[in-house]
């Protein structure tokens, strides 16, 4: 689990400086969902399992709440989401 940002900020032109925050805390978040979904897995008690899934799930809301910012700052990643997205929608 990430405990730092895992980039050089100070390496990182202030213009791309939200981008950068917001894909280190999706992958921040994404970590944390396999972590707990992992330790649900491991364990037989089902009060545990089930508080284990629930962080889970609201960790998933996170990444969605940060993905959804990463689109409004990342106009080519909104491009490339969309046109990536009707493409699927096609097929
Ligand atoms: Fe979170």
Do not use: C, G
Not at 65 to 71: N, P, S
């Amino acid at each position: 689990m990430l405990s730092e940002i895992p980039i050089q900020i100070e390496n990182v032109e202030f213009k791309n400086i939200d981008k950068e925050i917001m894909r280190a805390a999706m992958i921040a978040e994404l970590d944390a969902i396999n972590l707990y979904e992992q330790m649900a897995d491991l364990t037989d008690d089902e009060d545990i399992k089930e508080v284990l899934l629930d962080i889970a799930r609201e960790e998933k809301i996170h990444v969605a709440m940060f993905e959804t910012v990463l689109l409004q700052v990342d106009e080519e990643f909104l491009k490339v989401y969309s046109d990536y997205s009707l493409a699927r929608s096609r097929d």
